[in-house]
C-alpha cells in the first residue's frame, strides 16, 4: 500500500497534520456521498495516495472530537460540525522532522508523536512518544502507552 494522505486536525485552532484517518459514522444522513460527476477535487484525492477517496478535517475543541469538512468522495451537509460520538481510538498526530519514511499507510516515523486517546467523540488523555533511531538499524524506540 502506497503511503497515504494524512487527515487534518484543528488543535489549539491551529491545522495540523494527522497520520490517523477516524472511520466515518454508518448510515449518518449528513455524510453524503458524491457521484463521480459531483467530486470537485484534486487529482490525488482520488490516487494510490489516498485510497479512501476523501480528506477529513477534524477539530478538538473543549475536549471533545469533531467532523468539520470533507472533500472528496464524501462531503459533510449543512455545514456545521459533528461531534464524533461515534469514534473511539487514538489520534495519532506526527511532530517533529521525519526519521523514517514508509511507503504504507501512516507508517513514517518521526522524532515526536503525539497521542489523544478518544473515547466516544471525548478526549481522555494525551501523551508524547519521543521517537529515536537505534544503533542497529532504523527501528524507532519510543516509550510504551
Same mark, same amino acid.
Given at each position: 500500500?502506497?503511503?497515504?494522505?494524512?487527515?487534518?486536525?484543528?488543535?489549539?485552532?491551529e491545522?495540523?497534520?494527522?497520520?490517523?484517518?477516524?472511520?466515518?459514522?454508518?448510515?449518518?444522513?449528513?455524510?453524503?456521498e458524491?457521484?463521480?460527476?459531483?467530486?470537485?477535487?484534486?487529482?490525488i484525492?482520488?490516487?494510490?495516495?489516498?485510497w479512501?477517496?476523501y480528506?477529513?478535517?477534524?477539530?478538538?475543541?473543549?475536549?471533545?472530537?469533531?467532523?468539520?469538512?470533507l472533500?472528496?468522495?464524501?462531503?459533510?451537509?449543512?455545514?456545521?460540525?459533528?461531534?464524533?460520538?461515534?469514534?473511539?481510538?487514538t *489520534?495519532?498526530?506526527?511532530?517533529?522532522?521525519? *526519521?523514517?519514511?514508509?511507503?504504507?499507510?501512516?507508517?513514517?516515523?518521526?522524532?515526536?508523536?503525539?497521542?489523544?486517546?478518544?473515547?466516544?467523540?471525548?478526549?481522555?488523555?494525551?501523551?508524547?512518544?519521543?521517537?529515536?533511531?537505534?544503533?542497529?538499524?532504523?527501528?524507532?524506540?519510543?516509550?510504551?502507552?
Amino acid at each position: 500500500m502506497t503511503a497515504q494522505i494524512h487527515e487534518c486536525l484543528i488543535l489549539n485552532g491551529e491545522e495540523i497534520s494527522m497520520a490517523f484517518c477516524p472511520l466515518l459514522p454508518e448510515a449518518d444522513p449528513r455524510i453524503v456521498e458524491l457521484t463521480d460527476d459531483e467530486i470537485d477535487c484534486e487529482n490525488i484525492i482520488l490516487s494510490t495516495a489516498c485510497w479512501r477517496q476523501y480528506v477529513g478535517t477534524w477539530e478538538i475543541k473543549d475536549d471533545k472530537f469533531f467532523l468539520v469538512n470533507l472533500i472528496g468522495r464524501f462531503k459533510l451537509a449543512d455545514g456545521d460540525p459533528l461531534f464524533a460520538d461515534w469514534f473511539t481510538g487514538t *489520534l495519532k498526530i506526527p511532530d517533529g522532522k521525519m *526519521l523514517e519514511y514508509v511507503h504504507m499507510g501512516y507508517e513514517s516515523v518521526y522524532e515526536r508523536e503525539v497521542q489523544i486517546r478518544i473515547e466516544k467523540g471525548i478526549v481522555m488523555n494525551s501523551k508524547t512518544i519521543h521517537n529515536q533511531m537505534d544503533d542497529a538499524n532504523k527501528l524507532p524506540s519510543g516509550e510504551e502507552w
